[in-house]
């Protein structure tokens, strides 16, 4: 089994807030606000046994989005890139992992936000270079930014 990839969950020594690591890239990042199954409007991270992620956005708890996910892991539902890499790669929906990583706050004035979400996702895509090849991420459309 192939460890690489694996998404620690740290203690921060050195920081007073828990730290997840994504292992390709080797960077540490503090979780974004308290995030549970409940949560909603977060960013989240799928990962499977190849270290290739997945960052995905929901208005939904993050259970509802992880169940979601299983599904068309489970279905085989090819439309999907975590369902058509699980696929292409035999793994088992039992190794799917995910965690929520940023709970995206309410603008205080207003304004849109779902745009606001996107671009939260479009930096965690980035940040933790999961586009394609790299990551599971096919595509991002960036026209919601100009
Ligand atoms: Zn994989």
């Known amino acids: 089994m192939v460890t690489t990839g694996v998404v620690l969950v740290l203690s921060a020594i050195a920081h007073s807030k828990p730290l997840f690591q994504s292992t390709p890239l080797r960077q540490k990042h503090p979780y974004k606000g308290v995030i549970s199954w409940h949560t909603t409007r977060v960013i989240c991270s799928i990962f499977c046994p190849c270290g290739k992620y997945y960052i995905g956005k929901t208005t939904h708890s993050l259970k509802v989005h992880k169940a979601e996910h299983r599904s068309s892991v489970r279905c085989k539902n090819l439309i999907y890139p975590v369902a058509a890499h699980f696929a292409e790669a035999a793994h088992s929906t039992s190794s799917l992992r995910y965690i929520g990583i940023e709970k995206v ?42």
């Open 105 to 146: 706050a309410h603008l205080r004035r207003g304004g849109d936000f779902n745009k606001l979400l996107l671009k939260r996702e479009a930096f965690w895509i980035y940040s933790l270079n999961t586009l394609a090849p790299n990551g599971l991420k096919i595509d991002f459309d960036l026209r919601h930014f100009l």
